[in-house]
């Protein structure tokens, strides 16, 4: 099983920026996607954006042109966000799905917006 690590997560104001990170703890060598959701205390997990082992995005409508997900070679993932609201306060979670559909999630982090 693959250990997924989040770090990056803090407090900003709003306009500020964030970058969150995600480390597997090992190669996956039959990675499929690795994404981020967020999730407020009471809510349902929030689907934010995803990236592809080809490099394809996706984001969510609430984030779009706002954050930005990207990938290194050693299937780090990252996610950019600019511009954050106090809408985005939520704790952050990394996703790693395999070609055979087994999901990894990470611990978590937290990011809080506000003056």
């Known amino acids: 099983q693959v250990q997924l690590v989040e770090s990056g997560g803090g407090l900003v104001q709003p306009g500020g920026s964030l970058r969150l990170s995600c480390a597997a703890s090992?190669?996956?060598?039959?990675?499929?996607?690795m994404g981020w959701y967020r999730q407020v205390p009471g809510t349902q997990r929030e689907w934010v954006a995803t990236?592809?082992?080809?490099?394809?995005t996706s984001y969510a409508d609430s984030v779009k042109g706002r954050f930005s997900v990207s990938k290194d070679i050693t299937n780090t993932v990252y996610l950019q966000m600019n511009n954050l609201k106090p809408e985005d306060t939520a704790v952050y979670y990394c996703?790693?799905?395999?070609?055979?559909?087994?999901?990894?999630w990470g611990q978590g982090t937290q990011v809080t917006v506000s003056a």
């Open positions: 996703r790693l799905v395999t070609t055979d559909n087994f999901v990894s």
């Open positions: 990236i592809t082992r080809g490099g394809f």
């Open positions: 090992r190669s996956v060598f039959n990675l499929n996607t």
